[in-house]
């Protein structure tokens, strides 16, 4: 299967630089996998679609401000530290820019409180650091850093807190799981009102969303591993759902890479640990039903997953519907559900 089987033409205008408000009023394309049809809604109808005994599953991980600006220590040159996975207290997974100027032993300063140490380079072109600081480190990076947001919106957040989804919790993500910027409290109360259930896992959004595939043969592009948690609660929850018979809706890919990882027997293991998992058609979805998600990149592992629960023709063609009816792609952009 080839990466250009995923292409489609977008047009740049379609690109959301700014999100919908309130959140709830963006566009909802509802796909009906089974026979192709599309409807066309407002994401504050998604009620409509959900029945009582539903589970809808949420990734309440929460951005952090991960992209830090600083000086090379000894010629003062910028360097770019973008965070990815905390792997101790102080070391952490990152991206840094220029990598010349970010050989092992390198140090980068940022202000008086916080500088770090190039540990090592890592198979991807990422680099360890271990940060050294005075006073608590989540304080200073709300201090220093930057909300990184995707490279495609040009324009900067007013409020930096609406890159947030509203049930963020859990800090750790370098970018915000998008589908769920839609949902208000609201909206959240309307849900549960119906009998349909919420429940929360949690997967941090690491480089896996930034690498583009590379290889012609989508099969052999390897994902980037992330760190997921999901309580036994939650596993109860889902597990209970699937056997009353109830359907377990995604809010986002990354709350489908994780069921999908604890849920490789066919019902959820409660736990926490690293996923890789790479969904893409010919996958056999073991514990999700209907996804909620916004609209991908061309090309993107994100559009894979979507075409691997929809089929690729599906999508494809649903894609090509919400260009000409001029749908805002993206982070920012409109929304799909999948049933």
Known sequence: MLVTDFDYYLPEELIAQQPCEPRDHSRLLVLDRRTGNIEHRRFYNLPDYLQPGDTLVFNN?????????????????????????????????????????ARPGTQVVFGDELSCEILASTDYGGR????????????????????PLPPYIKTRLADKDRYQTVYAKERGSAAAPTAGLHFTPELLDRIKAKGINLAFITLHVGLGTFRPVTVSNITQHTMHREYYSVSPETAALINQTKQAGGRIIAVGTTAVRTLETVGAGGFVESGSGWTDIFIYPGYRFKIVDALVTNFHLPQSTLLMLVSALAGRENIMNAYHVAVREKYRFFSFGDAMLIL
Request: glycine content about 12%; proline content about 3%; hydrophobic content about 40%.
């Open 61 to 101: 991980t929460k951005v952090i401000p991960a992209r830090l600006i600083g000086a090379k220590a000894g010629t003062g040159g910028k360097i770019e530290v973008f965070l990815l996975n905390r792997l101790t207290s102080d070391e952490w997974e990152t991206l840094v820019k220029p990598g010349k100027r």
């Open 128 to 147: 360890i650091v271990r940060f050294n600081y005075s006073g608590v480190f989540e304080d200073i990076l709300d201090r220093l850093g930057e909300t």
